[in-house]
């Protein structure tokens, strides 16, 4: 199967906006970087933009893939040996770091936020599921606890939609699309983050909605140009981000990611792969979000020992944050994530020619 590496960029991307947002939080520059400024102020759609990836990527990958219990075994196996050990590593450094600064007289923010209780939580991936009631231990987890429930479902909802004409998905994108402003109408309403707090209404319609890309690019016909539609629906979602236009915002986004499924699908050369390093970024992307909480309480609870506000000092602070970041995370990618596809891959293999080896048996 070919690799989109242009998708690989988009991780890159969306990674790097969520992380440009939180940078904020704490640094506050953005309202001094003009129409920049309120583009990072929406970064939290990069998450958004990893919801769809995330169905889209699934559905290219897997085809065929069978709804019955053997088949889906073997998938969430697979999706678990990818997400599960940089979780469970960055849960081990948090616990650590916040061990060694009680030990220092130092003590977190809320340490009540790293309790028994959210801990098993996290450690089942369910804590975006409305059993979580804050942010606790590596909150940016979150997204990946509904990834988990995502996960789960992919067998039964890709059989479900893969075969779907015309007519279904005219039927099911535009449902998707009601369900991602009902979610928000209801965090709106009952002052929801739609993150630990309903990460699942969030979640769910914008990946069946990348899910129905592939479905989709199969019926158009060949004149239409992928690359054309991935800038200018680029050109869309940074509009809709400036003018704070949410849903706006995430169907730009889909139809960014269709444009580059669909640019590669038809053979056409890389548009984001041509920057250099954007690639590799894409590939470590997922230990650099999931680094972020580590290095970000590392940074509050230093900062605030030695009396410093990062608004005071943005440069430093978003300097600082960004190379501790980068370099915990690329020591996790080399560490943890790539050993450990490498070990479920060598695993599977293994488990495969035994197989074969016991049906060759007379």
């Keep these: 199967m070919k690799h989109v590496r242009?998708?690989?960029?988009?991780?890159?991307?969306?990674?790097?906006?969520?992380?440009?947002?939180?940078?904020?939080?704490?640094?506050?520059?953005?309202?001094?970087?003009?129409?920049?400024?309120?583009?990072?102020?929406?970064?939290?759609?990069?998450?958004?933009?990893?919801?769809?990836?995330?169905g889209m990527i699934l559905a290219y990958a897997h085809p065929d893939l069978a709804p019955g219990l053997a088949e889906a075994r073997r998938f969430w196996g697979k999706r678990?040996?990818?997400?599960?050990?940089?979780?469970?590593?960055?849960?081990?450094?948090?616990?650590?770091?916040?061990?060694?600064?009680?030990?220092?007289?130092?003590?977190?923010?809320?340490p009540d936020r790293f309790g028994v209780g959210e801990l098993l939580r996290h450690l089942a991936l369910v804590h975006a599921w409305?059993?979580?009631?804050?942010?606790?231990?590596?909150?940016?987890?979150?997204?990946?606890?509904?990834?988990?429930?995502?996960?789960?479902?992919?067998?039964?909802?890709?059989?479900l939609l893969?075969?779907?004409?015309?007519?279904?998905?005219?039927?099911?994108?535009?449902?998707?699309?009601?369900?991602a402003i009902l979610a928000r109408m209801v965090a709106s309403r009952h002052g929801l983050s739609l993150t630990?707090?309903?990460?699942?209404?969030?979640?769910?319609?914008?990946?069946?909605?990348?899910?129905?890309?592939?479905?989709?690019l199969r019926l158009l016909p060949r004149w239409f140009n992928g690359q054309a539609i991935a800038l200018l629906a680029a050109c869309g979602a940074v509009a809709g981000a400036i003018a704070n236009a949410e849903v706006a915002t995430i169907a730009a986004m889909w139809l960014l990611l269709a444009g580059l499924m669909l640019a590669g699908m038809q053979g056409r050369g890389a548009l984001l792969a041509r920057i250099p390093g954007l690639v590799w970024l894409g590939e470590v992307s997922y230990s650099y979000y999931?680094?972020?909480?580590?290095?970000?309480?590392?940074?509050?609870?230093?900062?605030?020992?030695?009396?410093?506000?990062?608004?005071?000092?943005?440069?430093?602070?978003?300097?600082?944050?960004?190379?501790?970041?980068?370099?915990v995370a690329t020591v996790t990618w080399l560490l943890v994530e790539r050993p450990a596809l490498r070990a479920y891959a060598s695993l599977t293999r293994r488990r495969e020619a035994a197989a074969l080896g016991y049906a060759a048996r007379p």
């Excluded at 849960?91 to 600064?101: C, K, T, V």
């Excluded at 699942?200 to 989709?216: D, K, N, Q, S, V």
């Excluded at 608004?311 to 602070?317: E, F, L, P, Q, T």
Aim: charged share 10%.
């Design 162 to 179: 893969r075969g779907q004409n015309g007519t279904g998905l005219a039927v099911i994108l535009p449902l998707t699309l009601l369900g």
């Design 290 to 327: 999931m680094s972020f909480a580590l290095v970000e309480t590392l940074q509050a609870t230093l900062w605030r020992h030695l009396a410093l506000m990062p608004a005071a000092h943005k440069a430093v602070y978003v300097i600082s944050t960004t190379a501790l970041t980068l370099a």
């Design 6 to 54: 242009d998708l690989t960029c988009c991780r890159a991307i969306f990674a790097a906006w969520v992380f440009a947002y939180h940078l904020n939080l704490q640094a506050r520059y953005a309202p001094e970087a003009g129409w920049a400024g309120a583009f990072v102020q929406r970064g939290n759609l990069g998450v958004d933009g990893f919801f769809i990836l995330s």
């Design 196 to 216: 630990f707090d309903g990460g699942l209404m969030r979640f769910f319609p914008e990946f069946i909605a990348g899910m129905a890309i592939l479905p989709l």
């Design 130 to 159: 409305g059993f979580s009631d804050r942010w606790a231990w590596n909150y940016p987890s979150w997204s990946i606890s509904a990834e988990w429930a995502g996960y789960l479902a992919f067998p039964l909802l890709w059989a």
């Design 80 to 110: 678990l040996a990818r997400i599960y050990p940089v979780h469970i590593a960055m849960i081990l450094a948090l616990a650590l770091l916040i061990g060694s600064a009680w030990v220092l007289q130092v003590h977190p923010r809320d």
